[in-house]
């Protein structure tokens, strides 16, 4: 699911191998960040992987795209946060950008470096408690 998101998000193929995806979500990813994941029929359609300041991944099973999955997990990571998040995307993925601009995030930077040698736009939400 993670792998074909994010592969029709940018228009490549993943950099690294299946086996160190699984290596990556158990042993380190999770160790900086919650992961929750989205089911559906006991399928998983979605994922957030997060903390009180920043979202790290947010992937959407593409066949599970635009019927509010990722709006579920934003809200309850928003929920949860410090009241500022922050978040990367890379800049070919106008449906991120369009989602997350929908959901109150701002564009704070861009040009992080990243694997995949690709811009990148750097987001910040904030609570309007914050403003």
């Known amino acids: 699911?993670?792998?074909?998101?994010?592969?029709?998000?940018?228009?490549?193929?993943?950099?690294?191998?299946?086996?160190?995806?699984?290596?990556?979500?158990?042993?380190i990813l999770n160790k900086q960040f919650q992961i929750d994941l989205a089911l559906m029929d006991e399928q998983v359609v979605g994922m957030i992987a997060y903390n009180e300041r920043e979202i790290s991944q947010l992937y959407?099973?593409?066949?599970?795209?635009?019927?509010?999955?990722?709006?579920?997990?934003?809200?309850?990571?928003?929920?949860?946060?410090?009241?500022?998040l922050t978040l990367y995307t890379f800049e070919v993925n106008e449906n991120a950008q369009r989602f997350y601009e929908k959901h109150g995030f701002e564009i704070i930077g861009r040009g992080h470096e990243n694997e995949e040698n690709l811009p990148d736009i750097q987001y910040e939400w904030k609570s309007k408690a914050i403003l």
């Open 60 to 84: 959407i099973h593409i066949d599970f795209q635009g019927i509010g999955i990722g709006q579920t997990l934003l809200e309850k990571v928003k929920a949860q946060s410090s009241g500022r």
């Open 1 to 27: 699911m993670w792998r074909d998101s994010k592969e029709l998000a940018i228009g490549q193929k993943e950099i690294h191998s299946f086996e160190n995806h699984i290596y990556f979500l158990n042993h």
